[in-house]
């Protein structure tokens, strides 16, 4: 990204890596991806199938937070979630952060609470001539602290200021006509280069979200494309683990179903 400081090796999530030999989605010989066993009938039941509908209690008990009988979903009441809204613990900045990166950072909290905000962090990278609208830096926020706060400490700002470099040169390296644009294949390749190879069907679903025309142009700008990478890597990360097993099936309760895609629709 231009104007960027150089960041350390070690730094980022992964992005800009070798793609994995097998990108996560793709199909895997013998077997295709999230194909049920060989030797277990199209029928059968799927794996960890609950013996009673969304934890259903038995007729004579009820686990109604209101005592009433009125119907609907009943989280099991010895599961216990952690809050999305939980307090962020101070952090400092990592040993080798670029200068540049600290007073990026400092200029942009100027009450010097050791945090910076949305506004704050929105108007820190437009300095670094990078435009991103508030949906995006808050899902950056949510990815990098795994909180809905929307505030940031120095080290998890640092991450996310050198990850931007490495999907910047990413978009680039895919936007192969200098259009500023990706189209429906480029943004395919540069999906499979970060090792997430997802359905025709899914690949039309992300263009159309992100698709600032609507999906006329069947093509999306750089903001966007961060805050599509970010919701493809967010939410295939929370399906492996549960999917422990690398099958490309996994369970979820209601209520961790609930936790793991809210976050990315409330950004």
Known sequence: MSGYPNQPPSYGYGYGAPPPPHPYGAPQPPQSYGAPPPAQPYSAAPYAQPSAPYNKPPKNESHSHSGGSGGGYSAPPATAYASPFASLVPSAFPPGTDPNVVACFQMADQDGSGFIDDKEMQRALSSYNQSFS????????????????????????????????????????????????????????????????????????????????????????YDNFIECCLTVKGLTDKFKEKDTAYSGSATFSYESFMLTVLPFLIA
């Open 134 to 221: 508030l949906r995006t830096v808050h899902l950056l926020m949510y990815h990098f602290t795994n909180s809905n706060v929307k505030k940031i400490g120095p080290k998890e700002f640092t991450s996310l200021f050198y990850s931007l470099q490495n999907w910047r040169s990413i978009f680039e390296r895919f936007d192969k006509d200098r259009s500023g644009k990706i189209d429906y294949t480029e943004l395919r390749d540069a999906l499979l280069s970060l090792g997430y190879a997802v359905s025709p069907v899914v690949l039309d679903l992300l263009v159309s979200k992100f698709d600032k025309t609507g999906g006329k142009s069947k093509a999306i700008e």
